[in-house]
């Protein structure tokens, strides 16, 4: 499976768990209170003010963080 912009952060986190972590070093909070927060990488990404070069940026790292 290929990460989108697109993906759901519970389903990012699913698929590759370490991108918790990728996410956070990003600012980009994806768990809070021990629940996932819902949306996408883009919703969550704009949120806290990245444009859409850095959004392709975070897929394409944490495409290469595939196994």
């Not at 990245?50 to 959004?55: E, G, L, S, V």
Request: charged share 25%.
């Amino acid at each position: 499976m290929k990460i989108t912009k697109e993906i759901l952060i519970v389903d990012l986190i699913d698929l590759l768990p370490e991108s918790a972590t990728y996410l956070m070093n990003q600012h980009i909070k994806c768990v809070a209170c021990g629940e996932p927060i819902w949306g996408t990488l883009e919703q969550a990404s704009k949120q806290k003010g990245y444009n859409d070069n850095d959004i392709e940026r975070f897929v394409r790292e944490l495409n290469a963080m595939l196994p």
